[in-house]
């Protein structure tokens, strides 16, 4: 087992996937400005394109 980008990546490419979502949970004191470290990796390791979803909570600024 490698790690979960490169596992997510090539999940995506076995199956001919269009497209790739993951989700940016926002933890961390500048969350918001940034994407996530396992979030990025995908993105620079995918052939298709990659949507970041975020977490609902971090955009309402309420607790988790």
Do not use: M, N, W, Y
């Amino acid at each position: 087992v490698g790690s979960a980008p490169a596992e997510i990546v090539g999940a995506a490419q076995a199956r001919g996937a269009d497209l790739i979502v993951v989700a940016r949970h926002g933890r961390g004191t500048h969350a918001r400005a940034r994407i996530g470290s396992a979030a990025q990796k995908v993105i620079g390791l995918a052939r298709c394109p990659v949507l970041v979803a975020i977490e609902p909570s971090t955009t309402t600024g309420s607790p988790a």
